[in-house]
């Protein structure tokens, strides 16, 4: 527990889209305080308020607007310095190696970017569905010598996959899961893709269209779900701590014009049979009894909302469930209209907020699991 000490967080890539949703969550955090923002050296050295493109509804908080801006090379510059934890929200082109170093300068590093995910010692974790994982830190070497780690969360497709398929691994076994994405613009970033650009037809536009390509999303959503449903043995002779979990994944990305909200439609062939009111039951049902003791700040009870109208989930009424921490499925229903006509046995719909629980909120989650676990001291 953290006995309401205010821990003081720096934030890398604090101007991009990510790094703009950690600075309005952690605005009024019960536990955490931006001290730091770190950006690239278009940045550098200007207020925050007057560096970043904000895209957010909210005004950009007045105290962290005012904070200067400062390069992510450096962990021990001054800005630095009491941060015991820093939040990752950096381009992958330059995440391994500034990650990298304030791990070794004894930082606990919480990560959205992809580059130190595939590691043999580093967890990629979401709070309500792996938060075991997190053990894996005690065999990160800069953590044996001065406490700093890396914790990454997956990719904002895979959050929302892994929270609604593990209530139903835990009680009927996968055998194998397709997943369809149809996934917002703010998921790639700012600028983005662009919202009209006919003078180039190389160049993707996203008004009135789908395009059928997000770079290296379908391998992230197939590698990433199989280590986070896995297990882990930390006492493994041969340093291979995660084993997957053994389901056949494949996956179809697709950028949509969406502003906010990944919306997924999985089919699932189980390895136990079930009804899908037993389906329903179970995620209707899943409390994750540890993280309801631990009483983390941004935590509250089930992950998953079941809706049970035709036509939801939709992103325009349901993104901000549970203040985007939610991932909400709907038509859950049998793996084809008629019985026997398709090999899985179930279909559902969920929405995550991709931003939010995709990114910045699992972080923020994950930091707070393991202030309870005592991990950061
Ligand atoms: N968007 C999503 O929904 C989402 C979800 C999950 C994970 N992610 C991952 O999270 C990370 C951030 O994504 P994003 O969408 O927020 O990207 P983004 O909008 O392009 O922002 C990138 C950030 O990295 C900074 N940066 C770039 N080069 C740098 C350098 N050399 N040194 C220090 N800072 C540098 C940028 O600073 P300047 O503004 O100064 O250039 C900016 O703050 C990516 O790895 C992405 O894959 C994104």
Redesign the pocket.
Known sequence: MNNNRIINVGV??????????FIQLLEKHQWFRVVAV???????GKLYRD???WLLPTDIPVEIGQLK?V???DPSHQAFASCQIVF????????TE?EEKFRVAGKAVFS????HRYDSDVPIMVCSVNPEHSEVILKQKAYQQNKGFIIT????ST?GIVVALKPIANQFGLHEVVAFTMQ?I???????VPSLDISNIFYFFIVGNVVPFIGEEEEKIEIETKKILGGLDCNNVKSEYFSNYPVMVSAHTNRVPVVEGHTICLSIKLKQSATIQQVKDCLENYYPKELQSLQLPTFNGNPIVVLEQNNRPQPKLDVNKGNGLKVSVGRIRDGSTSPGESSFDLRMTLLVH??VL??AGSSIQNAEYCIAKGYIQ
């Open positions: 890398l890539g604090a101007t991009g889209a990510v790094g703009q949703r770190g950006a690239s050296s278009n940045s550098v560096a970043v493109h801006v390069g992510c090379d990752s929200a950096l381009d992958s082109n330059v995440a500034i959205n970017s992809k580059n969360n997956p990719n904002c959050t917002s703010s998921g790639a970033g700012y600028p983005g991709n931003t995709g990114a």
